[in-house]
């Protein structure tokens, strides 16, 4: 039965609100929740952007939820470190953490100074980071000269069960390549036909695990409303890679984004101020066979979208999926 879950976006709402509002999403049905982790926001509108791993602990506290991370490991944050942190949260809250490992992009990396790589680079790059990782959490001491570092790294404090490791993959070509390691596949809502070419050719591969997707919407009471709300603060998230990957700055990003028109936002963003029509949308992404569908409001004010969803929307798709059971 697919878990529908909340996605809690760094880049847009202070950690302390973030925070209120995961607790808000546990008591109005959300069955899971997952968070973002960028260094930036995607636009200065957005205006924040916290330290993910701090707010994480807050959230598998203050919650009963299941909690999820997209990291990318290999640049600003060193594998080690990140297999430490992960591993922290897995042995104080066990079977509730996951994440979701990608090559990541420059907006973020760039802040070492270091070069951004090309694009194969990185992806070697994420495996020796993968790599590293998995060798720590088996409580082996770990040394290694390549893409990344590592002089007789240990983890002193481990998890029973290490923690999922999923694929963070945005095309077919990407989740086939990390079938090879992931533990699951993690993706952003596409056309259901692009999904579904994603998600064969990480099947076809051999990947195995569960299949994971975020989904940007927009709800307010009246469709402008809506379509206003993701132009004001998504309208910089419209652009496909390279674009994505490569843009460093949220200034770079305002400005790419200057001819982004309001319909132009419909590509990226579920617009629409019926409750229905999303939990129609929302189903038909269920039926492609994702496990686990994460919902995010791409509006700064998250409550009346939680409490709406919760009540309108939720137990619709959950109904369904135990009628299908």
Not at 291 to 305: C, K, N, W
Request: glycine share 6%; proline share 6%; aromatic share 8%.
């Amino acid at each position: 039965m697919t878990v529908f879950g909340f996605h809690a976006s760094h880049e847009q709402v202070h950690p302390s609100a973030l925070l209120d509002a995961v607790i808000h999403a546990e008591s109005a049905g959300f069955q899971a929740a997952m968070c973002s982790d960028h260094f930036a926001p995607w636009s200065e509108r957005q205006g924040h952007s916290a330290f993910a791993w701090a707010w994480l602990g807050a959230a598998l506290q203050a919650t009963n939820l299941r909690l999820g991370v997209v990291n990318a490991p290999g640049q600003r944050y060193h594998p080690a470190i990140i297999a430490q942190a992960a591993a922290t949260l897995a042995a104080m809250y066990p079977d509730r953490f996951w994440a979701a490992l990608g090559s990541g992009e420059a907006a973020n990396e760039h802040i070492t100074g270091d070069a951004w790589p090309r694009k194969d680079v990185r992806n070697a790059r994420l495996a020796e980071s993968v790599d590293v990782m998995r060798r720590l959490f088996a409580g082996e001491e770990v040394s290694t000269d390549g893409l990344v570092t590592v002089d007789r790294a240990k983890l002193w404090t481990r998890p029973d069960t290490p923690p999922p490791l999923l694929a963070a993959a945005v095309s077919p070509a990407t989740a086939a390549w990390a079938a090879g390691w992931a533990d699951g596949l993690a993706t952003v809502a596409q056309a259901p036909d692009d999904l579904k070419r994603m998600v064969d050719a990480y099947r076809g591969a051999g990947g195995d695990g569960p299949l994971v997707l975020q989904v940007h919407l927009s709800y307010a009471k009246t469709d402008a409303e809506a379509l206003a709300i993701a132009h004001d603060q998504w309208r910089t998230n419209v652009f496909s890679p390279p674009v994505c990957w490569d843009l460093d700055t949220p200034e770079a990003f305002d400005e790419a984004a200057k001819h982004v028109h309001q319909d132009d936002m419909h590509s990226t963003v579920l617009v629409s101020s019926d409750p229905g029509w999303h939990a129609g949308k929302l189903a038909e992404f269920a039926d492609l066979g994702f496990d686990e569908i994460y919902l995010h409001h791409v509006g700064v004010e998250q409550t009346e979208f939680l409490d709406v969803f919760g009540d309108r929307v939720l137990p619709h798709l959950i109904a369904r999926k135990e009628a299908s059971a």
